[in-house]
């Protein structure tokens, strides 16, 4: 088996072969001077048991990885797939970053303050244990802090699957 050179692989071809791995879909957020960032990331998933690891991957180009990289904190909230429309809006660039959780329930975190999702399935709070380069995003590891699930949420999981958001009923 030979591999082929990096680089020879289209954006498009790799984003819609991925696109095949269903994912479950989480808000970020971190604080930096005081105010909330925050971004959709589907690029979260598990790492370690022991000690409990996460692991969430920021593209370089967005202010969320300066912010996350600055404050060494950061949350994650699980949502229901009642929150798409709060899926939606921390996935596009552009937005107010004074103004961005408008309408949106929230609470600050026990342990570090930054804010989660108020209705998610579940949440963690994290310290960046390490960082590592991938390409046009840092991959960026996090200690679980605190973490928390909410019995009374919407069971039914928000997923992203072929570029789409999709619902896995629970249970």
């Avoid at 690891?53 to 990885?65: A, Q, T």
């Avoid at 973490?147 to 928000?158: F, I, K, Q, S, Y």
Wanted: aromatic share 8%.
């Amino acid at each position: 088996m030979t591999s082929e050179p990096s680089g020879t692989i289209a954006p498009g071809d790799f984003r819609l072969a991925l696109g095949r791995f269903g994912s479950g879909i989480t808000i970020m957020s971190t604080l930096q001077a005081g105010v909330a960032h925050a971004m959709t990331a589907n690029a979260f998933t598990s790492v370690s048991l022991d000690p409990p690891l996460v692991l969430v991957c920021v593209d370089k180009g967005v202010r969320m990885h300066d912010a996350v990289l600055d404050c060494g904190y950061w949350a994650a909230s699980v949502l229901a797939a009642s929150q798409q429309p709060i899926a939606e809006r921390f996935a596009r660039s552009g937005r107010d970053l004074y103004s961005q959780f408008d309408g949106i329930p929230t609470t600050a975190g026990p342990k570090t303050g930054c804010l989660l999702v108020t209705g998610a399935l579940s949440w963690l709070e994290c310290r960046t244990w390490a960082t590592y380069e991938g390409g046009d995003h840092t991959i960026v590891v996090g200690e679980i802090l605190s973490l928390g699930t909410n019995e009374a949420a919407d069971p039914v999981a928000l997923m992203y699957y072929a570029g789409q958001y999709r619902e896995l009923p629970g249970e």
